[in-house]
T-cell receptor
């Protein structure tokens, strides 16, 4: 079983819809949770970063962490075709020296 | 956020040869990492590049195959040695400046094809 599980998709939504992404994990030591966006042939771009449990909002993006359930989510409101990309969750435990463990990525397609 | 420059951006190499990838950061950072992303896959950590000492490798990766240098707080290299087609991947440099936060930033990657 992988340490971090993420549905590979593809997830296809119409423009303007809410995109809902999630990851589950097994390592209770993870405390730092990140979401990255990766366009084809590009490096990952940090979207959201949260520490421990709770919610964080930044523009159209909302990240949620539920450590009791070992479950994290990313919501994208008012989705745009430019949001079409692969979204990767990543997490680390402070004791691990900031090494990131990634989910497999979810491919998202926003149709105009 | 740190600006990370990776060179080369892509290369096609013959099997049995070696390629050195450079990672330059525009500011001093505490931690630098090297990841591999195989076609259609997610990122896997190869090693942590330690300044002035030997890198710390993850399970499945060894120094003879992936020697790493980090002479200062802004620069690191990863060499892929004695390449085979299975080494065809994207190699990514990542940095974390723990003096500021625990956020990790990535370079654009080096797309390596071994023929």
């Amino acid at each position: 079983q992988k340490e971090v599980e993420q549905d590979p998709g593809p997830l296809s939504v119409p423009e303007g819809a809410i995109v809902s992404l999630n990851c589950t994990y097994s390592n209770s030591a993870f405390q730092y949770f990140m979401w990255y966006r990766q366009y084809s042939r590009k490096g990952p771009e940090l979207l959201m970063y949260t520490y421990s449990s709770g919610n964080k909002e930044d523009g159209r993006f909302t990240a949620q962490v539920d450590k009791s359930s070992k479950y994290i989510s990313l919501f994208i409101r008012d989705s745009q075709p430019s949001d079409s990309a692969t979204y990767l969750c990543a997490m680390s435990a402070e004791a691990a020296g900031n090494k990131l463990t990634f989910g497999g990525g979810t491919r998202v397609l926003v149709k105009p | 956020s740190a600006v990370i420059s990776q060179k080369p951006s892509r290369d096609i190499c013959q099997r049995g040869t070696s390629l050195t990838i450079q990672c330059q950061v525009d500011s001093q950072v505490t931690m630098m990492f090297w990841y591999r992303q195989q076609p259609g896959q997610s990122l896997t950590l190869i090693a942590t590049a330690n300044q002035g000492s030997e890198a710390t490798y993850e399970s499945g990766f060894v120094i003879d195959k992936f020697p790493i240098s980090r002479p200062n707080l802004t620069f690191s290299t990863l060499t892929v040695s004695n390449m085979s087609p299975e080494d065809s991947s994207i190699y990514l440099c990542s940095v974390v400046d723990t003096w500021k936060s625990f956020e990790a930033f990535f370079g654009q990657g080096t797309r390596l094809t071994v023929v």
